[in-house]
Structures are given as structure tokens and as C-alpha cells.
């Protein structure tokens, strides 16, 4: 079990290999904080995500291996590929759209349209005569059973804009584990460059304050009632399904205090509790705007924490960014 699914699968996957990281350690090694939502139109779907979508590929690159990618629109073709890498006892991560898991539909609750297709598991063995394959999750201690048909639609289905594609990922690394010394500084500066300077405007630290100043349009507007599933979903996706901003930052602030301990630095203790503050203002902030669609009053509170937020988010960047200049 693990406090996210992406980071639970790498740090799986990577004591398989004998690497022995925390995985709060795994998460800021792979540079893995970020901000990104998005609203989709034409399908009336929502996705809100507190870490940047190529945790895994600089996780690789901080300790001199590689990523093995792909993604199929031939389903058949798509699993003929992570069979034959678990036959050659490479365990898999895949993609997954959590509304076709089986033993994730009763976390749901009421919101049905959260577009979410890279929920991650790790695929650990198949059986063809019972259509079966086993997966690793991070909400659960033992292997979950999955029927070919419903692992299918978990990869394949195509009607959200979040789609899994069939999406797979395999660690290949360096061994032995042990002789590798991971560059903590290539970390942070990417963690930095990658909040900064995203690639799209609902992305880092711009995106917390387009977030802020779309929501608060939509009380001041008086479209909350129209956007209530919207709202809701947000909320949702900030605390209860692990993705937004809160998690992400509590496991910030441990993996800086943990590297702290190992390069003798303390100034990265202070910087972690930066995060460590930060995330219980996300969680205030999910538990606000669950309430505000019935309760449009908590307008000015929603506002006052998004705007410490903003403040507390680009003080824990420049303070890693004086970190490094300081080297």
C-alpha cells in the first residue's frame, strides 16, 4: 500500500530491482510536483492533478536507466506487448481508466465524470485459462484479481479525453542498485524549471492562479449551480482520490527532509515544511469547495485560501531555487 498510485507502482517496481526508496523519495527524485487541471466541454469531464505527468521518465534519468513506453489503438496488439514483457519477468505499469476497475468503483461515490484515464497499477502475472491477470494497487495489501474483459476497458475505452491508450510503462536500470548515487540537485532544479515554466498555462504555478480565478468567476458570476458537478469533482480529486495538490505536498515535504538527512543540508528541512503547510491548506481547500455549490457565502473563504496557496506555493519554489544557486 502507498499514498499514490503512480508513485506506489514506481517504488514497487523498482525494489523488485533492489532499489531501496521511500516513496516520498521516489516522488521528489522524479520531480514529480505539479499542478494541472482542465475541463473538457464536450464531454463533461474533470481532472485536477498535483504532479507533473513525466515523474517517471526523470526518475529513470536520475538513475542512469531508461523508460520503455508505448501506447496501442489495437487493444489485441496492446496486450500481446505486457505479456510478453511479464514472460521476460519485467513487471508492468499501466494506464488505467479507474471507472472500469471493478475494485475501485465503490470510491467513486456520486461523481461519475472524472476523466482519469492514468490511474496506475502494476501488472504482476496473467492466466489465460481463467482470463485472469494480477495487479498491484496502492490502496490494497494483496494482488487484486482482474478479468481480461474489465482490464480491457481499463486500458482501451476511448469515451473520456484523459484516455489510458493502452499506455504502458518498464523500468530499465543500472544494477547493481547500490552503487548508484542519484543527482538530488538535477531533481530540484527540474522541479523548479517544470513549475515555472510549464508547457501549458493550466500547468504549475500559473495554473493555481488561472484555477483560482476560473472558480471564483463561476460563484461571482453566478454559474455555480450550472458547474455544481464541476465544482464537486474538483473537490473530489484535490483529497479523497489522491491526485491534487494536498498529497502531493506532504510528500514533498517528507522527501525534502529526507534528503536533508542524507546530504547535510538543513535549509532543505525548512523548505519542506513550506510543503508540509501547504498541503493542509489544500485539504482545507477540498473541504471548502465541496461545500460551496450549497453554501456560495464561503466565496471570500474559498478566495482567502487560494490566495495563501498561491503565495505559499511560490515562496517553496524560490526557496529551492536559492537552495540551488547555493549548490
Not at 117 to 146: F, K, S
Amino acid at each position: 500500500m502507498g499514498s499514490n498510485c503512480a508513485t506506489t507502482a514506481s517504488r514497487i517496481v523498482l525494489g523488485y530491482y533492489g532499489y531501496d526508496f521511500s516513496e516520498d523519495m521516489i516522488f521528489g527524485l522524479g520531480a514529480g510536483l505539479g499542478f494541472i487541471y482542465q475541463y473538457y466541454a464536450d464531454t463533461e469531464e474533470y481532472f485536477l492533478s498535483g504532479k507533473n505527468e513525466s515523474m517517471e521518465h526523470n526518475l529513470a534519468h536520475v538513475l542512469g536507466g531508461t523508460l520503455l513506453t508505448g501506447s496501442f489503438d489495437d487493444g489485441d496488439r496492446a496486450w500481446q506487448r505486457v505479456k510478453e514483457l511479464i514472460d521476460e519477468e519485467v513487471p508492468v505499469i499501466l494506464d488505467l481508466s479507474i471507472l472500469h476497475l471493478p475494485y475501485f468503483r465503490p470510491y467513486l461515490g456520486e461523481i461519475a465524470n472524472i476523466g482519469f484515464g492514468l490511474h496506475n497499477a502494476v501488472l504482476i502475472g496473467y492466466d489465460d485459462a481463467e482470463r485472469e491477470v494480477l495487479l498491484l494497487d496502492h490502496r490494497w495489501n494483496e494482488p487484486q484479481v482482474v478479468s481480461y474483459e474489465d482490464l480491457k476497458n481499463a486500458r482501451n475505452r476511448r469515451e473520456g479525453n484523459v484516455s489510458a491508450r493502452n499506455a504502458y510503462k518498464a523500468y530499465a536500470l543500472c544494477s547493481p542498485a547500490a552503487r548508484i548515487r542519484p543527482d538530488l540537485f538535477f531533481a530540484l532544479r527540474l522541479t523548479i524549471n517544470r513549475m515555472k515554466h510549464p508547457f501549458a498555462y493550466k500547468m504549475g504555478l500559473a495554473g493555481i492562479k488561472t484555477f483560482h480565478r476560473e472558480i471564483k468567476l463561476l460563484f461571482e458570476s453566478g454559474l455555480y449551480g450550472q458547474k455544481r458537478e464541476e465544482i464537486l469533482a474538483y473537490s473530489y480529486l484535490m483529497e479523497k482520490l489522491g491526485t491534487g495538490g494536498g498529497n502531493f505536498r506532504r510528500m514533498y515535504g517528507r522527501f525534502l527532509k529526507e534528503a536533508a538527512g542524507q546530504v547535510r543540508m538543513p535549509e532543505l528541512i525548512r523548505a519542506g515544511k513550506i510543503y508540509v503547510s501547504l498541503a493542509k491548506r489544500w485539504k482545507d481547500l477540498s473541504a471548502t469547495l465541496g461545500r460551496m455549490p450549497d453554501n456560495p457565502q464561503l466565496l471570500a473563504a474559498f478566495d482567502a485560501i487560494m490566495s495563501e496557496i498561491e503565495a505559499g506555493e511560490a515562496e517553496g519554489i524560490g526557496t529551492l531555487e536559492r537552495i540551488v544557486e547555493k549548490g
